[in-house]
Structures are given as structure tokens and as C-alpha cells.
């Protein structure tokens, strides 16, 4: 069965640093977001990407965080100054229609910041 | 802004037991809603989508229902086992397709 895949599993990182976190969408699928689960809090929308562009952001998705979907594959989320709030469990996720259609998680990247 | 909440937030039952857990929203004016599973510290597994017309789902043991006028969803586990232990997310799609998410509810189910 199709699935969304993450990498890396886990990331450990220094505050200030540069981190990408890597997802390869359902192959079919159009439209693509992160999430993001904070130990013990809900889980909560990022972006969504769709033609190649950011289609909606929420007020967590300030200049320190970027997406790129660099090929017909790779869809990545780059946050540029890691500060330690932002150590949280990031999950990809695709859809293959529009508002209405299911959405499909990876396992997700956990990214502790030290 | 649209606010999703769960009831209960945790659910201890014996296996065999039928059981429901609750979801309520804000603003009714939703795309549709959809049901997660996630085991500690996992992905999130879709278990059953409803769109804003339908009124309920049904796969397998489970069945959810949609009433979008009160803002109200259910999920209803018939038969519970003890691999069905996972916490249970419902998320509302709203305008911009993006899902809001409750908090969860617990489930263990008791050998």
C-alpha cells in the first residue's frame, strides 16, 4: 500500500543550526503538508503546498521555516535558526484531491533541539 | 477560529465492550472530518473520513457519525480488542484544507 516516508526518524540538533526534514509523498497525490505534534499537546497545521507554491501557512510558519519540493518527488521543510521551542514531532502528509479529500500521514521526524 | 474538542480525554474499558468517543467543533462550516489512530509515538493512521454531506462511515468494527449542524461527531468501536489501545484523534477540515485536531482521546482496552 502507497505510504508517506520521513526521514530522518530522529534529529538531534544544536540551537541555531540549519535543520531539513525530508518526506516523499504518495506518489499521485497533489497537494502536501507538515504538521507538527509537541510532546503531549495536539497536533498542528504548518503549510500546505500545492503547484508548487504555498497554498495557506499557519502563524507557526514565520520566515524561520521554508518548504521546497525540489523534484517530482521530495517535498522538505527547512527551518533555518532552530531555537529550542521548536523540538516537536514533524509529519508530512499528502492528499490526493482537494479540501475534501483523505489526508495521509508519514510516521514522522522527531527534532529535539539542544 | 475553529476549535475542536474531545470527550473523554482518556478511557479504560475490558475487552469486548462497545464504547463511543465524542468530538465537537466550533464552526460548523467544515469540508469534511476525519479519524486518526496513533499509537505512542507513531504516525498518524486515517481510519475513517466523512465528508460534510454523509452522515456517517462505517469500516469494520467502526462507525462515526457527522452532524455538522451541532457540531458533533462520534466514534463507535463495536467489539473492543486490546490491539485497539491508541490514542484517538478526530480532525475537522475547514476552509484552505487544512485539518484542525482535538486533543485525543486514550483508549486501553483491558484483557
Known amino acids: 500500500e502507497p505510504e508517506v516516508t520521513q526521514t530522518p526518524s530522529h534529529q538531534v540538533t544544536q540551537m541555531g543550526q540549519e535543520v531539513i526534514l525530508r518526506c516523499v509523498p504518495i506518489s499521485n497525490h497533489l497537494y502536501f503538508y507538515w504538521y507538527r505534534q509537541i510532546l503531549g499537546q495536539k497536533v498542528e497545521f504548518l503549510v500546505s503546498f500545492y503547484n508548487n507554491e504555498i497554498s495557506e501557512k499557519s502563524e507557526i510558519f514565520d520566515d524561520q521555516f521554508s518548504v521546497e519540493r525540489p523534484d517530482g518527488s521530495n517535498f522538505t521543510l527547512k527551518i533555518r535558526s532552530t531555537k529550542l521551542e521548536d523540538s516537536a514531532m514533524y509529519f508530512c502528509?499528502?492528499?490526493?484531491?482537494?479540501?475534501?479529500?483523505?489526508?495521509?500521514f508519514g510516521e514522522g521526524s522527531r527534532l529535539t533541539v539542544l | 477560529k475553529q476549535e475542536v474538542t474531545q470527550i473523554p480525554a482518556a478511557l479504560s474499558v475490558p475487552e469486548g465492550e462497545n464504547l463511543v468517543l465524542n468530538c465537537s467543533f466550533t464552526?460548523?462550516?467544515?469540508?469534511?472530518l476525519q479519524w486518526f489512530r496513533q499509537d505512542p509515538g507513531k504516525g498518524l493512521t486515517s481510519l475513517l473520513l466523512?465528508?460534510?454531506?454523509?452522515r456517517e462511515q462505517t469500516s469494520g468494527r467502526l462507525n462515526a457519525s457527522l452532524d455538522k449542524s451541532s457540531g458533533r461527531s462520534t466514534l463507535y468501536i463495536a467489539a473492543s480488542q486490546p490491539g485497539d489501545s491508541a490514542t484517538y484523534l478526530c480532525?475537522?477540515?475547514?476552509?484552505?484544507?487544512?485539518?484542525?485536531f482535538g486533543e485525543g482521546t486514550q483508549l486501553t482496552v483491558n484483557p
Open positions: 466523512i465528508q460534510s454531506s454523509q
Open positions: 464552526d460548523s462550516a467544515i469540508y469534511n
Open positions: 480532525a475537522v477540515g475547514t476552509s484552505g484544507s487544512r485539518l484542525t
Open positions: 502528509a499528502s492528499k490526493e484531491q482537494g479540501p475534501s479529500g483523505e489526508l495521509f
